[in-house]
């Protein structure tokens, strides 16, 4: 992996537009960042749903004490 360069990538890009055609690319690219946005909202709205919550004083001070 570290002896990858600029043309490497040039390569691997010329191999995709052959594989799907200039016309599909487009398409394709839109499909791919509508699949990451909906990965990163669903990551973001876990990330939410497990954050711990802390007990406020309000809360401390109507449990019983034995």
């Not at 016309?23 to 497990?50: C, H, Y």
């Amino acid at each position: 992996m570290a002896n990858f360069s600029g043309w490497h990538l040039v390569v691997v890009l010329l191999i995709v537009l052959l594989l799907f055609g200039a016309t599909r690319l487009p398409a394709l690219a839109r499909s791919i960042g509508q699949s990451m946005n909906a990965f990163k909202s669903e990551v973001r709205k876990n990330d939410v749903d497990e954050t711990p919550t802390t007990p406020t004083d309000e809360s401390a001070d109507k449990t019983p004490k034995p």
